[in-house]
């Protein structure tokens, strides 16, 4: 009995549902309202944030943080490994002085932990941290104040390649530095 009820329930809720075929109204009014000129208007952009000025000729030397960022490298990193081989040390000591320049002293990096699509999710979210954590060390070694990094593992959902070759791979096993005001 409660089968024929249920039964009978649902099939009047789906007669009841049905898809409509009347064409849906539109409104005549809308479609014939005209349309207003943009203006322009001039404007002057003056920023002084990521300036300096050159002491010695008086020239304006600006560095935008997409320029500073550009000049920071990425790191690389061993399969399953988040130790910095010598060669990596020496593009973070350059990324290190540069964010001790008077350009970069008042801006914080972020460093991105990223790894290749080998693992769990788990394990690549906590392998991309460990690698965002040796290179925040090694900047704080040379020099750089910890409160102006953050960290974030994005672990293998952030590819730059995806070929399922080892080059592409290698690739993919890496921190990025980005430039936060």
């Known amino acids: 009995m409660k089968s024929i009820v249920l039964s009978s329930v649902v099939t009047a809720l789906l007669v009841f549902s ?11 009014k809308a479609q014939q309202a005209p349309v207003e ?19 010695n000729t008086g020239n ?9 960022e550009s000049k920071l490298p990425t ?5 399953d490994k988040y130790d910095i081989t010598s060669e990596m ?4 000591d350059a990324a290190a002085e540069l964010g001790k320049s008077d350009e970069a002293k008042s801006l914080n990096v972020k460093l991105e932990g990223n790894c290749d699509e080998w693992g769990s999710d788990e394990y690549n979210f906590a ?18 104040d910890a409160s102006r990094i953050s960290m974030v593992s ?11 070759t080892r080059e592409c791979w290698a690739k993919n096993r890496r921190v ?4 936060l005001p």
Request: hydrophobic share 35%; aromatic share 6%; with cysteine.
């Open 127 to 144: 392998l991309g941290l460990k690698r965002a954590e040796a290179v925040k060390k090694a900047l704080v070694a040379d020099g750089i």
């Open 60 to 68: 304006s030397a600006s560095m935008t943080m997409s320029e500073i």
């Open 18 to 28: 049905g898809c409509s075929s009347k064409e849906p109204a539109v409104d005549s």
């Open 75 to 79: 790191v690389y990193f061993a399969f």
């Open 37 to 55: 000129e943009v203006k322009t208007v001039d404007t002057e952009t003056v920023s002084t944030e990521n300036s300096m000025v050159d002491s």
């Open 176 to 179: 990025d530095f980005k430039i």
């Open 154 to 164: 994005y672990g293998e959902s952030n590819p730059v390649c995806t070929e399922h």
């Open 89 to 92: 040390q020496a593009k973070i």
